[in-house]
């Protein structure tokens, strides 16, 4: 037996065979012309997407790790910032504070100095007003001890009488 009586016993035949494969090969090249061209567009389009996808994913990915780095830098600046702001300001307050302890003490001096001049000058007032009294109180106990003709003993007790009515 032969090849081709083998076949042809399991049902095999060459003719239909023949047919199946230019029927293949007819819807293989209408599939080629008409149908693969386009899967093929479907694909690359589809392939270039995911590509632009991933690339803008990564240049997402990069913006972000810049706007975190500048951020940390803003942040350490503005930190920067504020401690060189506080710093001034308490330093300022400490010129301020001094410089109003100095005005204080100034104040305090002049005051005290304006108080002692003032004090002085009521002494002096007091005094000229004792001092006259005095002279008054004399001239009047000369006169009334002129008037009066009395001894030693009677001159002594008028004069500390005089001095006890002052």
Do not use: C, H, P
């Not at 386009?38 to 694909?43: F, G």
């Not at 930190?79 to 010129?95: F, M």
């Not at 009334?144 to 001159?155: A, P």
């Amino acid at each position: 037996m032969d090849l081709y009586d083998a076949l042809s016993n399991i049902g095999f035949d060459w003719r239909v065979a023949l047919a199946n494969l230019v029927n293949f090969l007819i819807i293989f090249w209408l599939l080629k012309k008409f149908v693969f061209s386009s899967i093929k567009d479907v694909l690359d389009k589809r392939k270039q997407r995911i590509q632009d996808g991933v690339e803008n994913a990564q240049k997402a990915e990069r913006d972000r790790v810049m706007a975190k780095e500048a951020y940390e830098k803003r942040m350490k600046e503005a930190q920067i910032e504020a401690n060189e702001i506080v710093s001034d300001a308490r330093s300022k307050e400490r010129e301020i504070i001094e410089e109003a302890r100095g005005k204080a003490s100034t104040e305090a001096d002049l005051i005290l100095e304006r108080g002692k001049e003032k004090i002085e000058e009521e002494r002096s007032k007091l005094k000229g007003e004792v001092e006259k009294d005095a002279v008054k109180m004399v001239v009047d106990a000369t006169e009334k001890v002129l008037r009066e003709n009395i001894d030693e003993k009677k001159n002594d007790t008028f004069i500390r009488s005089l001095i006890k009515q002052s």
